[in-house]
């Protein structure tokens, strides 16, 4: 069965920074376009971000660009989301994500496997 596993999330201050991880196992990671999710309390599960099977291309919410930057080791069929200059509107659940698809990658439902989450808690 697949696993997708994220750690990293925790409690950060305002314009402080986080690394999020997400190890794959039982899956051919390097074949994947992987993305990370985040749901906040009462609101639907919003698009972060996503990269392509060879990490050559990148996509972002406009609410993180220039902020977070996803990267991947499949060497490792690890992803990772670097998060800089956090506000508390990014706080949130993170959820990695995979998907055989290379398109419409940024719609929740094309997305075949999820992790559990990693709650990210940003204070000011």
């Known amino acids: 069965q697949v696993q997708l596993v994220e750690s990293g999330g925790r409690l950060v201050q305002v314009g402080g920074s986080l690394r999020l991880s997400c190890a794959a196992s039982?899956?051919?990671?390097?074949?994947?376009?992987m993305g990370w999710f985040r749901q906040a309390p009462g609101k639907e599960r919003e698009f972060v971000a996503a990269i392509s099977p060879a990490g050559v291309y990148t996509d972002y919410a406009d609410s993180v660009k220039g902020r977070f930057t996803i990267c991947r080791d499949n060497t490792k069929s690890t992803l990772y989301l670097y998060m800089n200059n956090l506000k508390t509107e990014d706080t949130a659940v993170y959820y990695c994500?995979?998907?055989?698809?290379?398109?419409?990658?940024?719609?929740?439902?094309?997305?075949?496997?999820w992790g559990q989450g990693s709650q990210v808690t940003v204070s000011s």
């Open positions: 994500a995979a998907t055989k698809r290379s398109s419409s990658t940024v719609v929740v439902e094309m997305y075949d496997y």
């Open positions: 039982r899956i051919t990671f390097s074949t994947l376009t």
